[in-house]
């Protein structure tokens, strides 16, 4: 990067000023994006997104096959025999 040659303080501080709202305007970027980090992750919207991923697991062929094996698979699990 080349060096800038300033003729007046003027100029000095224009600059600066510029420097500082960049500053500040990045900052607000960053303090933007860990608000929507949080929203993202707050207990509501994950139980929002669990509920859509269940609505959308158990809709179609795919819903209907789960429904009818998941309680013959949990009836397998509670009544087979232990190994001895």
Do not use: C, H
Request: charged share 30%; glycine share 4%.
């Amino acid at each position: 990067m080349e060096t800038k040659k300033y003729t007046s303080y003027a100029e000095i501080d224009r600059d600066l000023e510029i420097l500082k709202l960049e500053r500040e305007i990045q900052y607000k970027k960053v303090q933007l994006s860990v608000e929507k980090i949080k929203d993202d992750f707050s207990p509501s919207n994950s139980v929002s997104f669990a509920g859509k991923l269940f609505k959308n697991t158990f809709s179609g062929t795919l819903g209907t096959v789960l429904r009818i094996a998941i309680p013959y698979l949990i009836n397998w699990l509670i009544n087979r025999k232990r190994g001895d």
